[in-house]
Nanobody, 120 residues
Framework: EAQLEESGGGLIQPGDSLKLSCVAS????????MTWARQVPGKEGLEWVA?????????AYASSVKGRATISRDNAKKTLYLELNSVKAEDAGVYYC????????????RGPGTRVTVSN
């Protein structure tokens, strides 16, 4: 069964850093571009955060996180990562990894998500 499973969310203080992971199973992970996206309170649909090619090249970042985020992957471990520094209140939300490059449509395969709460 094809699955994505995110982890690493939780309660984060403003200014702190977080690292999210997404483990894939049942898919040819090393042949797939991947995306991190988030569902933020009060907004419809997923907002893309970062994307990476199947080889780990061509990282792309949304303007809201550019300079603070690093997307990476370990194809041997079938794992996708997102590091986010200087976390802000507006970074709060449920973070998903999705299969595809900048793939946020409902049709995009995604995991159950991991919630990030930003608060003092």
């Amino acid at each position: 069964e094809a699955q994505l499973e995110e982890s690493g969310g939780g309660l984060i203080q403003p200014g702190d850093s977080l690292k999210l992971s997404c483990v894939a199973s049942g898919i040819a992970f090393g042949r797939e571009a991947m995306t991190w996206a988030r569902q933020v309170p009060g907004k419809e649909g997923l907002e893309w955060v970062a994307a990476i090619s199947h080889t780990g090249g061509a990282p792309a970042y949304a303007s809201s996180v550019k300079g603070r985020a690093t997307i990476s992957r370990d194809n041997a471990k079938k794992t996708l990562y997102l590091e986010l520094n200087s976390v802000k209140a507006e970074d709060a939300g449920v973070y998903y990894c999705t299969k595809g490059y900048v793939c946020t449509a409902p049709i995009c395969m995604r995991g159950p998500g991991t919630r990030v709460t930003v608060s003092n």
